[in-house]
């Protein structure tokens, strides 16, 4: 099994004028033929035919009415990059066609989105790709317009334009016959030496006007050591800007990584439940029973940032629907607020993005530490949002919680991991450690029930196991997946074994640590805030190294080692340092 990884490869500064017109040129014709083939007919077409996009189309016929020398496989790159656009939106209405009946009469809100996805629940093609969620927003835009909802996928969506002339090399003749582009790895000298074909002129109107250029690039390390084990695929070429706003440009090359096949013993696992106030909990659990971890929250750090885009995207929807109201939908006041509402959606969707990204590389970063056979994930159609839970809640917690699991799932297999999936009830509502009923309270200082409450207490009095609700959740999950059944195995249960104590984190106000700490780390402790320890992912009892994965998400111990301060830490600890590196360590040596 096998995937391709992008490596970018910069181009000479020196030669940037040559690359801009290549940009240029792109951009300009690629735009061109996508307008002449946006139609019914053509998506039909591209969506019928299984071969490489650019197949699909004339190599001549596109560019006739242009006055241009174009090389034929130039040519023929740019049919690749329009043919994949237009089966992409192809795809997007489909799934438009299957969500139009069960479009409201008003704007869609939380619990049509639900619905909407719980028809198409089935078609995963439609759900991993995001096309749903690209729909809805779509669809609510074009409804902020014109009050209603569009017949046709073409009437709410206008022709594609390209923004930059990326240009895409895989439908070229190879890395020594490319007509485009040449390039050939030097592996004793750790060399990339590129032959680039690139317009003289922006209007280029002979073979003349084109001219190979060559450049031998050194390359990095991280370039050098995949290459050890892949091979280098067809490059993309990228304009790219930096941070002080220049532009540069880069060969993107795929390197073609053989994987490792996922075992299919599941004789250690990392257990995973998604929670409504932790985006992830996990927990390393193994077939008999034991507990190798502590189990660790997987925490998104700009969920308050998120609240208040929610807010402003709110505020902004309300005065929306007042001027339309009031008739006034096609005034400039209206659509400079529809700009702003666009502004701020897209940055809930960038948001949304950093998390789904992020908490998937902190799971990866556990799994590899604790050296687990396969990562165990709940059902995603057994959760259910908890009563009067806002819509931002709601949006955080089942919105993203696939696109986390997809993102798992895709790093895993690269990893060589394997990704169960198990469809429990109950799952914190029974004791891991007895397998008796329990119930929720709202926290460890409290007894009463409380039906979403955040800390378990199991009923059974000669048992008396209590814990935080998703860490109980996690650790019945394994019990569900080595049980082998759709149902909580009662005489199977999971128990700490490891050399250190469970501290149970509280929420009781006013708690201090006699531990020397900083101002920022003394003000997490105020309130009713959960406080969690200050221990480390995965570690020897004579070293104190961890890895994670970096980003916007924090892992924090849900419980803390005895030797930790329980109540002092907000989670930095070293298991968030920014490190992309991970490292495996053997279970054994917890």
């Given amino acids: 099994m096998s995937d391709h990884l992008s490596l970018p490869i910069h181009l000479p500064d020196e030669d940037a004028k040559r690359f801009k017109r290549l940009a240029i040129l792109t951009q300009r014709v690629a735009n061109h033929v996508l307008e002449d083939h946006w139609t019914p ?3 039909d077409g591209i969506a ?42 192809a795809d997007r209405r489909d799934a438009f066609q299957s969500i139009q009946s069960v479009l409201p009469d008003h704007k869609i809100r939380r619990i049509h989105r639900r619905r909407i996805k719980d028809q198409l629940w089935d078609d995963g093609d439609y759900l991993s790709s995001g096309y749903v969620d690209i729909l809805i927003d779509q669809l609510n835009s074009y409804y902020d317009r014109h009050g209603t909802y569009p017949d046709t996928y073409l009437e709410m969506q206008d022709s594609p334009e390209y923004d930059n002339g990326v240009l895409p090399f895989s439908a070229d003749d190879g890395p020594t016959s490319g007509q485009a582009v040449k390039y050939q790895y030097d592996s004793d000298n750790e060399t990339l030496a590129i032959r680039l074909k690139t317009p ?33 695929s067809a490059p993309e070429f990228q304009p790219s800007r930096g941070k002080t706003g220049d532009t540069y440009y880069e060969l ?87 700009s702003e509402y666009e502004r701020v959606n897209a940055k809930i969707q960038h948001k949304r993005e950093q998390l789904t990204h992020d908490v998937a590389n902190q799971v990866l970063a556990l799994a590899l530490a604790y050296d687990v056979d396969a990562i165990v994930h709940e059902d995603l159609r057994s959760l259910s949002p908890p009563r009067n839970e806002s819509t931002l809640s709601w949006e955080l917690s089942s919105w993203a919680r696939r696109d986390i699991i997809e993102n798992i799932e895709y790093r895993a297999d690269c990893a060589g991991l394997a990704v169960k999936r198990v469809f429990p009830q109950g799952t914190s509502r029974s004791c891991p450690r007895c397998g008796s009923t329990g119930h929720t309270c709202k926290s460890p200082d409290h007894h009463h029930e409380h039906w979403w409450g955040g800390h378990f207490r199991c009923d059974n009095a000669r048992c008396g196991f209590e814990g935080d609700r998703d860490y109980i959740g996690a650790l019945n999950v394994a019990r569900v997946f080595f049980s082998e059944t759709d149902e909580l195995d009662h005489g199977f249960t999971s128990s700490y074994t490891g050399g250190y104590e469970i501290v149970l984190a509280g929420r009781s106000a006013g708690e201090r640590s006699t531990v020397s700490r900083s101002s920022s780390e003394a003000s997490s402790d105020a309130g009713t805030r959960l406080t969690f320890g200050s221990g ?55």
């Fill in 252 to 338: 993107s090359f795929p390197v073609e990584v053989e994987h490792p096949e996922p075992t299919d013993d599941g004789d250690c696992v990392l257990a995973l439940d998604a929670g409504m106030r932790k985006d992830m909990t996990a927990v390393v659990v193994s077939d008999d029973g034991e507990q190798l971890s502590t189990p660790h929250f997987i925490r998104f750090t700009d969920r308050e940032k998120m609240r208040r885009l929610h807010r402003e995207r709110t505020r902004l929807n309300d005065r929306l629907s007042a001027l339309r109201c009031d008739g006034h939908s096609h005034t400039d006041e209206f659509a400079h607020i529809h």
């Fill in 536 to 590: 480390i992912v995965a570690y020897k009892p004579e070293q104190t190294t961890a890895t994670t994965g970096g980003g916007s998400a924090v892992i924090a111990p849900a419980v803390a080692v005895s030797e930790s301060n329980p109540t002092g830490s907000d989670g930095r600890g070293p298991v968030v340092q920014q490190c992309t590196q991970f490292v495996r360590y053997a279970t054994e040596s917890y």
């Fill in 200 to 232: 003289d002129t922006l209007s280029p109107e002979t073979r003349g006007d084109w001219s190979w250029t060559q450049y031998e690039r050194d390359g990095y390390e991280a370039f050098h050591d995949l290459l050890a084990h892949g091979d280098l």
């Fill in 41 to 43: 007919v053509h998506l």
């Fill in 48 to 89: 019928d035919a299984s071969h490489q996009a650019w197949k699909y189309f004339n190599e001549h016929e596109p560019f006739e009415e242009l006055d241009l020398y174009l090389p034929s496989r130039f040519r023929r790159c740019l049919l690749q990059k329009v043919g994949e656009t237009l089966r992409s939106h």
